[in-house]
């Protein structure tokens, strides 16, 4: 029996531990709170393991996100002692022959790319700055479900895994897209090779995590910086957020011509223009979100 929660996990973090039971609201908790998309993961006895219509919602929330003006940051979190031990695979569409159920080449890559991959992507590509409260243990998917995200809280309990070692796997989800480009290959290596349980405080000290705070201040935290980013010129934010993540994969040129472009852009927005107005009527700025 395992002896761990980490332990729970197999595959990218896939467990076995517990059947997913209830709808993917139930389990996938939303709420909107002063233009703050509050997304929780809500499988606790699972660790928040997640199911693929799980990972369906997550993904259709964000695209939400994306699309509502009134939806100006969203948050990342989860109930009980685990963030996310990563994916479970019950559920997921079938794979396979029809006719003998045996695995065929590409299924493997496919349940990925239709999976995990769209998971991070949807973080990434959200155009409203996502916040992730890491409450406890996040392995293997979970781990890069929070490194995707723009700014990461974590409780003083947290600890990341990269799983996939102990199991005798490659690291997906876009794990060694993210994790190189945020603390550099040799430490991506060290974490990925060895699979060592990596608590919050040391992950702070990395780079992986903006702030490590005492587990009953995580809720608060977190509602203060997603307020202060819903508060704020989100579509300034949004460009800053495409600039940086593209940034990693440019060169000079190119990113300095993206940056004009942004730049031009942002200044068409109301919110430029009362920032610039505040500043000149020495004032506090109110943020409208357009």
């Known amino acids: 029996m395992p002896s761990s929660p980490e332990d729970t996990t197999d595959h990218t973090g896939h467990t076995d531990r517990a059947d997913p039971s209830g709808s993917p609201e139930s389990l996938i908790l939303h709420a909107t709170d002063n233009g703050v998309s509050w997304i929780t993961l809500n499988r606790p006895e699972a660790m928040n393991a997640v199911t693929w219509d799980q990972r369906e919602r997550i993904i259709a929330l964000l695209a939400e996100a994306s699309a509502d003006p ?10 009980g002692r685990g963030f996310c031990a990563g994916a479970d695979l019950r559920g997921a569409p079938a794979t396979g022959s029809p006719a003998t159920g045996d695995r065929v080449p590409g299924d493997v890559a496919r349940t990925i790319r239709l999976g995990a991959q769209r998971l991070i992507a949807a973080v990434l590509d959200c155009e409203k700055p996502v916040l992730a409260a890491v409450n406890g243990t996040a392995a293997g998917i979970g781990a890069h479900l929070a490194f995707a995200c723009d700014l990461v809280l974590a409780a003083e309990s947290a600890k990341f895994i990269e ?9 997906d989800g876009g794990g060694a897209y993210l994790l190189p480009r945020l ?24 780079g992986l995590v903006n702030r490590t ?3 009953e201040e995580l809720a608060a935290t977190a509602r203060a910086w997603a307020q202060r980013l819903a508060d704020g010129p989100t ?19 190119t990113a300095f011509a993206a940056e004009a472009m942004a730049q031009e852009i942002n200044m068409t927005t109301q919110d430029a223009n009362e920032g610039v107005a505040s500043f000149v009527e020495r004032r506090v700025p109110k943020y409208r979100g357009v």
């Open 70 to 79: 009134g939806i100006r940051a969203v948050v990342l979190t989860a109930t």
């Open 163 to 171: 799983v996939f070692v102990r199991r005798g796997l490659v690291p």
């Open 183 to 206: 603390i550099g290959p040799q430490r991506a290596k060290e974490l990925m090779f060895f699979g060592d349980s990596l608590p919050a405080t040391e992950a702070e000290r990395l």
């Open 213 to 215: 705070v005492p587990d």
């Open 235 to 253: 579509r300034a934010i949004a460009l800053t957020k495409q600039l940086v993540n593209a940034s990693l994969d440019a060169d000079r040129a």
